[in-house]
């Protein structure tokens, strides 16, 4: 099969456009391609309008994810193999999980080469796209919440999880959990400077302290019952759709536990006045939506305890985010940080890690 790869915008062109129809109707003829926006952060993603013979059948607003162009970003995110990871999900995992996400047009990863990922344009189906420093309402979060809670659960216990996912905790990320670890130290340090008055000096010790012992923080935060997980639920990788939620960039995806990606959607998604008043209840409302699932033997007092531990990882992302530089807007980067230092101090995050 002709290949799709692609490594910067003018790649895109329209032979390439044609190899990607290939896949799905081969007597659809590309007449155009025109790139419309291109956005660089922890991918290079761009907006293509691909003019063709047949709009009825295949969608004419494309979304296509490249390597980053920015240095920092494709030196973090080469090594553990990131866009190879969500292409893989794309073509094996996507099928079977009940979120809404982007329809997949093409996607291609090969060893060395690189890789591509090819969506239809939800902003074209009149979704809105969500942007990092949103902040959700209660009832937006509510919805999110019930959303990840049937995610969660369908791969809950599962005895086949390691069988057909085993993949998800393999080699790469190993090596991107080696790689945190290793740089964990100074990246907080450098981060903590950059974040100034936004990170209070009381929560420092325990950043850098964190930081030092970050494996075992990890091997703590991962001993629990493991299920599919996308961890890095901030609203940037949301879009709506008729009120409803979908899910973005699973760059991420991996076995681990599920109460991790509410504690990254509640601290990074939620306006700190919002998340004080309503924690509790979103709290309540994923218990009841794992049991209404059929999970059985959970303990909502220890859930929350696990919920205050998580809280320190997306804290850390935020903060080793803005010390790489170019992977987010810096206003949406140093108000995430903002939102998830005060839930780490809210509840004391730190101490809830026994390191």
């Not at 997980?229 to 990788?237: F, L």
């Not at 998604?269 to 924690?279: D, F, G, K, Q, V």
Request: aromatic share 8%.
């Amino acid at each position: 099969m002709p290949t799709i790869l692609a490594r910067q915008p003018r790649d895109l062109t329209v032979a390439w456009a044609q190899r990607v129809v290939a896949r799905h109707h081969a007597d659809i003829v590309v007449d155009k391609v025109e790139v419309v926006a291109v956005d660089v952060g922890t991918t290079t993603r761009v907006r293509v309008k691909v003019v063709h013979t047949d709009p009825q059948r295949l969608p004419e607003e494309w979304f296509v994810k490249l390597p980053s162009l920015a240095w920092q970003a494709r030196l973090i995110t080469a090594l553990p193999r990131l866009l190879h990871t969500e292409v893989r999900f794309y073509n094996e995992v996507a099928q079977s999980v009940a979120v809404s996400m982007p329809p997949l047009l093409a996607a291609e990863s090969r060893f060395g080469k690189g890789a591509t990922l090819v969506l239809a344009d939800l902003s074209a189906t009149g979704a809105s796209l969500g942007q990092p420093r949103d902040a959700l309402s209660f009832a937006q979060a509510a919805e999110v919440v019930g959303q990840l809670a049937g995610f969660h659960a369908r791969f809950w216990g599962s005895d086949t999880l390691y069988k057909h996912y085993g993949w998800l905790a393999g080699p790469v990320r190993r090596l991107e959990d080696f790689l945190g670890s290793a740089l964990a130290v100074p990246l907080m340090k450098r981060g903590l400077s950059q974040a100034g008055a936004l990170v209070p000096t009381s929560l420092h010790a325990g950043a850098l302290h964190y930081a030092r012992q970050r494996k075992q923080a990890m091997r703590f935060l991962n001993a629990a019952p493991h299920t599919l997980v996308h961890h890095d639920c901030h609203p940037g990788n949301l879009f709506w759709h008729q009120s409803q939620p979908g899910f973005l960039d699973w760059q991420l995806i991996r076995l681990g536990e599920g109460i991790s990606d509410i504690a990254y959607l509640l601290a990074t998604a939620l306006l700190p006045e919002t998340r004080r008043a309503h924690e509790a209840e979103l709290l309540a409302l994923y218990v009841d939506g794992l049991t209404g699932q059929g999970v059985k033997g959970l303990d909502a007092a220890a859930l929350h305890q696990r919920y205050r531990a998580h809280l320190a990882y997306p804290f850390e992302a935020m903060v080793v985010t803005l010390a790489i530089g170019g992977m987010m807007n810096l206003d949406c980067n140093r108000e995430l940080i903002r939102r998830t230092a005060l839930a780490v101090a809210d509840h004391e995050a730190f101490s809830a890690l026994p390191i």
